[in-house]
Nanobody, 123 residues
Framework: QVQLVESGGGLVQPGGSLRLSCAAS?????????MGWYRQAPGKQRELVAT???????NYGDSVKGRFTISRDNAKNTVYLQMNNLKPEDTAVYYC????????????????WGQGTQVTVSS
């Protein structure tokens, strides 16, 4: 199995920036899997923030386009989320995800989540 450890969350004022990190370890090969960030705010369902494929292609949720950037460092088995121009509505627990995608579908048995890191945007 895969262990994912997120870090970098905290309290920031509106308009500020944070960078989240997620370090992966375990039996799945990091470099060939899709990595992503999802978030869940109080009273809301988990939603997509950003994903990055093994080849470096990225996808972003509409609410964060132009403000957040996802990247990966395969040598370090780490994925990052640079968050700029943060807004109060970005407040949520952010979860790191590691999964295998084939033909646009997540492969059964290879889909892992971290424990999450809290991001709070408030003045």
């Amino acid at each position: 199995q895969v262990q994912l450890v997120e870090s970098g969350g905290g309290l920031v004022q509106p308009g500020g920036s944070l960078r989240l990190s997620c370090a992966a370890s375990g039996g799945s090969i990091f470099s060939i899997n899709v990595m992503g960030w999802y978030r869940q705010a109080p009273g809301k369902q988990r939603e997509l923030v950003a994903t990055v494929t093994a080849g470096g292609s990225t996808n972003y949720g509409d609410s964060v386009k132009g403000r957040f950037t996802i990247s990966r460092d395969n040598a370090k088995n780490t994925v990052y989320l640079q968050m700029n121009n943060l807004k109060p509505e970005d407040t949520a627990v952010y979860y790191c995800n590691h999964r295998r995608v084939v033909g646009g579908m997540t492969l059964s048995g290879i889909n892992y989540w971290g424990q999450g890191t809290q991001v709070t945007v408030s003045s």
